[in-house]
T-cell receptor, first 114, second 113 residues
Framework: SQQGEEDPQALSIQEGENATMNCSYK?????LQWYRQNSGRGLVHLIL?????REKHSGRLRVTLDTSKKSSSLLITASRAADTASYFC??????????????FGTGTRLKVLA | DAGITQSPRHKVTETGTPVTLRCHQT?????MYWYRQDPGHGLRLIHYSYGVKDTDKGEVSDGYSVSRSKTEDFLLTLESATSSQTSVYFCAISESRDLAPQHFGDGTRLSIL
């Protein structure tokens, strides 16, 4: 399986509730990023957390990183219908054979019901 | 939104034909990337560029070539398209390779019949 796998694959919540999605990865990283993708659009960068950081906030977003467990979580508080999208984590995997790798997970599809 | 334009946005073509996708940026960013997005696989890096005429392979580069003759343009070419290359292709740009967000275009939906 690939680096950067999100869990759950799909999540459906009511407006106003919190949404939590998780990302696990396999190898050491320098940083981890979270992106959002609305249907039919490109990915939009949300937040970057470095390997020496444990938590980061941006508006209603809270990201945590646990390098000992090789996992990260994205919490969206007080969700809105406009938060409906797919969310991806991305990690800068260790380079092998000189080939640069930047790995995206398969995403969590979040649906916020009004 | 970052100034990234992908063209065409949709294309249908036949197996064996050559296909070129274009990515144009107005941000003067050094790094440009081509990804493909398929169900169950997330985004996978095809090729990337770290400057004019400087390119390198990603994890799924077989069957694809790229060129970058100007800072603002990054071309992805399928020399002889196959049905397995049916996908949504995204271009992205970034100021640096590490510790910098990538900004994405809205994608090209390519269908190879």
């Amino acid at each position: 399986s690939q680096q950067g796998e999100e869990d759950p694959q799909a999540l459906s919540i009511q407006e106003g509730e919190n949404a939590t999605m998780n990302c696990s990865y396999k190898t050491s990283i320098n940083n981890l990023q979270w992106y959002r993708q609305n249907s039919g659009r490109g990915l939009v960068h949300l937040i970057l957390i470095r390997s020496n950081e444990r938590e980061k906030h941006s508006g209603r977003l809270r990201v945590t990183l646990d390098t000992s467990k090789k996992s990260s979580s994205l919490l969206i508080t007080a969700s809105r219908a406009a938060d409906t999208a797919s969310y991806f984590c991305a990690t800068d995997a260790v380079r092998t054979s000189g080939t640069y790798k930047y790995i995206f997970g398969t995403g969590t599809r979040l649906k916020v019901l009004a | 939104d970052a100034g990234i334009t992908q063209s065409p946005r949709h294309k249908v073509t036949e197996t064996g034909t050559p296909v070129t996708l274009r990515c144009h940026q107005t941000e003067n960013h050094r790094y440009m990337y081509w990804y493909r997005q398929d169900p169950g696989h997330g985004l996978r890096l095809i090729h990337y560029s770290y400057g004019v005429k400087d390119t390198d392979k990603g994890e799924v580069s077989d069957g694809y070539s790229v060129s970058r003759s100007k800072t603002e343009d990054f071309l992805l070419t399928l020399e002889s398209a196959t049905s397995s290359q049916t996908s949504v292709y995204f271009c992205a740009i970034s100021e640096s390779r590490d510790l910098a967000p990538q900004h994405f275009g809205d994608g090209t939906r390519l269908s190879i019949l």
